[in-house]
């Protein structure tokens, strides 16, 4: 039977699931949506965040999502570093394509063996005031472990997206995804544009981790949970649209948590990737994307 | 007259290197390793239970090395990594039996790296000591399978049945349950028992649904159950979701009168520490807590020795889970080698079989599927949980032992939410 409170919290929650899924995928949107490349290890990246949040946490008491914002300067150089060396290794003898992947697959399981040897296989979490707690809104309850992801999500993902499209290097960014010749001709360097872009796409995960340590448990291979959705969810909201990403990432939490609380948990993996080929099917590009 | 001095010194001397070398030949036969191989979960999801298993495993095989060996043979394992991919497990064991040449196997942890296992080594007719798999055996019928989880003869009801049999104490009786689990192998089986036994217990099922193990929020589900209004909630799940299931269920206010049943993670200290009092009054599965009624011979000593020997990995700390049954398969193992004096696979299986072993779990006794011939099932309570103390755990109280009766240790706070 379909209840209106029911209903109304299953929107509420795809809504706030839906915003940490685009914390999780605006770095990707970034470096796979505009850059072309196809960084399967964003997901591990995330997971270094949730690990760095998990420490400072743990042995100092800060605040996960502080962590995040504190650590992203450091996962911005890590970033720019790993794009160096993928730009001499790969993009500049023309072989991202398929040695990119393999390069980015490769440094994901670095990453996961890393995490391995230096901290073990436990599950880790962290401690926060806002965790387990929640309040209401009428009928709708709201866990302030969900409330907090999606704020933050929003205003990532809003500082982002005026970035883009107010800043001369933003706007910078958006020119190298459609045009590097032309960006060079205009006397601009497509390599330290996207070098920046690829940072600023490494830095997002910082936050991104934080993020998803608050709402559950990590262990260091749980980022793999994650490659598929995603990819999905920037390929749902259009190559290159950071606000079609939101919206996709909107969309697959709200199609998750409905179909989860009316059809049955097991079904919402399905009914979600179904949305995805549809929309497919009628927009090729994606919601948003540039065609 | 130096001549024949001379070659009896050369004789004799010959003779003494001849002997030496015999002497030295044979003592390195002895020497010759006894080799146990197997595939663990040292990454992936479960490689916080195979971690730890390995760090017990290794303890014993030390205790053991430090009296000797078997067979006057020092033991050696030889393991691999799976990856808690159950697809690499054939591999693996193919490769011990046929290129490692191990003498002898034992299972990796949990239901979903068994099982792949099983048809190579029926294949060559070994005896299989196993960790924490769920009812493995009802589809191969294998006699030489020896599984160390005291989940009882019939492990699929015996594996829910405290939780029911608790349920049905208490009076008013209640009427209804949900059951929710994660889609896999040892979950679906442990959904299935508690299906069986709300039926035979005469408890309406309301609420009968299962979720992908990528699932991230679970308040969807949860009031989705909540909506149903039962007045129990069986759950079966794994670490990440037992997390996701007690933080949902309090951030929703479920209003279930009981809530668990079968939890993987609420047993592991880091994440009891971290849920604190979340996880008052909830009535979960366990095999071993630190109460009176559970103090068997060597547990206190080896918990010490898997305490001193985990710091610093990043696994469980205080690893009163799994360990000691990681321990006590290879004990059972070891025992009936030394007691068959051979690793004749026939002679150690029929031992395994009519043997009462004593453990560091206590005295362990198989059935005829392999399973134990008595089930162990605790249902603990957790009680006034304090935020953020790991200590607390390896005091008696905070996890109150419930069920079977023989080993109960308080009485259940009814219901949940009190």
Redesign the interface.
């Known amino acids: 039977m379909l209840s209106v409170d029911l209903l109304s919290n299953a929107l509420v929650a795809g809504l706030l699931l839906g915003g940490f899924y685009a914390a999780v995928s605006i770095g990707l949107a970034i470096s796979f949506g505009q850059l072309d490349i196809v960084n399967i290890a964003h997901p591990a990246f995330v997971v270094v965040g949730s690990y760095v949040a998990w420490i400072l946490n743990s042995r100092f008491g800060l605040d996960p999502v502080l962590v995040g914002l504190l650590a992203a300067p450091l996962f911005f150089a890590a970033g720019v570093a790993i794009y160096r060396i993928y730009y001499a290794a790969f993009e500049r003898t023309g072989q991202e394509s398929l040695s990119g992947l393999a390069f980015f697959f490769g440094l994901m399981f670095i990453v996961e063996v890393g995490l391995m040897l230096a901290y073990g296989v436990d599950y880790r979490l962290v401690s926060a005031g806002y965790i387990g707690k929640s309040f209401n809104l009428g009928p709708v309850g709201l866990p302030l472990r969900l409330v907090v992801p999606f704020v933050a999500a929003l205003a990532l993902t809003g500082g982002i997206w005026l970035y883009l499209a107010r800043t001369f290097t933003g706007r910078a960014i958006l020119a190298v995804a459609q045009d590097p010749l032309a960006l060079q001709l205009m006397g601009a360097d497509p390599v330290r544009v996207k070098q920046f872009a690829f940072g600023l796409a490494t830095a997002t995960t910082a936050l991104a981790g934080a993020l998803l340590i608050v709402i559950g448990p990590v262990e260091p291979s749980v980022g793999r949970e994650y490659i598929g959705r995603v990819f999905a969810i920037v390929v749902l909201g259009g190559m290159g649209s950071i606000g079609g990403m939101f919206v996709a990432a909107l969309l697959l939490g709200i199609v998750e948590s409905v179909v989860s609380t009316f059809a049955g948990p097991s079904w919402a993996p399905a009914v979600a990737f179904g949305v995805l080929l549809l929309t497919l099917a009628l927009r090729p590009a994606g919601l948003f994307g540039r065609r | 007259m130096d001549h024949p001095r001379s070659f009896l010194r050369g004789w004799l001397a010959s003779g003494l290197a001849a002997l030496a070398v015999a002497l030295a030949s044979g003592s390195a036969q002895a020497a010759e390793p006894l080799k146990i191989g197997f595939s663990m979960a040292?990454?992936?999801?479960l490689?916080?239970a195979?971690?730890a298993a390995l760090i017990a495993m290794e303890i014993w095989k030390d205790d053991v090395n430090a009296k000797g060996g078997l067979l006057g043979r020092p033991v050696q394992f030889v393991y691999y990594d799976d990856a808690t991919d159950p697809s690499k497990v054939p591999g693996i064991y193919t490769k011990l039996l046929d290129v490692d040449k191990v003498d002898l196997v034992v299972s990796s942890y949990g239901t979903n790296e068994i099982s792949p296992a099983m048809p190579i080594v029926m294949r060559k007719k070994l005896v299989f000591p196993s960790l924490f798999g769920l009812a493995v055996n009802d589809q191969f019928n294998y006699d030489r399978y020896f599984q160390i989880m005291p989940a009882g003869p019939q492990p699929k009801l015996d594996w829910s049945k405290g939780f029911f049999e608790l349920a049905k104490a208490q009076n008013p009786k209640p009427k209804t349950v949900a059951i929710v689990a994660a889609?896999s192998d040892f979950a679906l089986a442990a959904a299935a028992g508690a299906r069986e036994n709300a039926k035979k217990d005469g408890f309406n099922v309301v609420y009968d649904?299962?979720?992908?193990?990528?699932?991230?929020?679970f308040?969807?589900?949860v009031?989705?159950i909540q909506?149903e209004k039962p007045d129990l909630v069986y759950v079966a799940s794994y670490?990440?979701d037992s997390?996701?299931m007690v933080?949902?269920a309090?951030?929703?206010?479920l209003k279930a009168k009981m809530f668990g049943g079968g939890m993987v993670?609420l047993q592991?200290a880091?994440?009891q520490t971290?849920l604190g009092p979340?996880l008052d009054n909830i009535v979960n599965y366990t095999f071993w807590v630190p109460a009176p009624t559970l103090k068997f011979p060597g547990i206190d000593e080896f918990l010490k020795k898997y305490e001193a020997a985990a710091k610093g990995?990043?696994?469980?700390p205080l690893g009163q889970y799994l360990p000691p049954y990681a321990y006590a398969y290879m004990q059972v193992l070891g025992d009936s080698i030394e007691a068959t004096k051979g690793l004749d696979q026939a002679k150690l299986a029929a031992y395994m079989h009519g043997h009462t072993f004593d453990t560091v779990v206590g005295k362990v006794k198989f059935g005829k599927n392999g399973e134990w011939a008595q089930s162990r099932v605790l249902m603990v309570q957790f009680r006034n949980v304090k935020?953020?103390d790991l200590d607390q755990f390896r005091d008696p109280g905070t996890q109150v032992v419930l069920y079977p009766p023989q080993w109960k240790s308080g009485k259940m706070v009814y219901p949940f939410n009190e």
């Open positions: 040292l990454s992936g999801g490689a916080g195979g971690k889609d649904k299962t979720y992908p193990p990528s699932t991230t929020d308040t969807p589900i009031r989705a909506a670490p990440p997390v996701g933080k949902a309090r951030e929703v206010g993670g592991f880091g994440i971290n979340m990995k990043g696994v469980d935020p953020k």
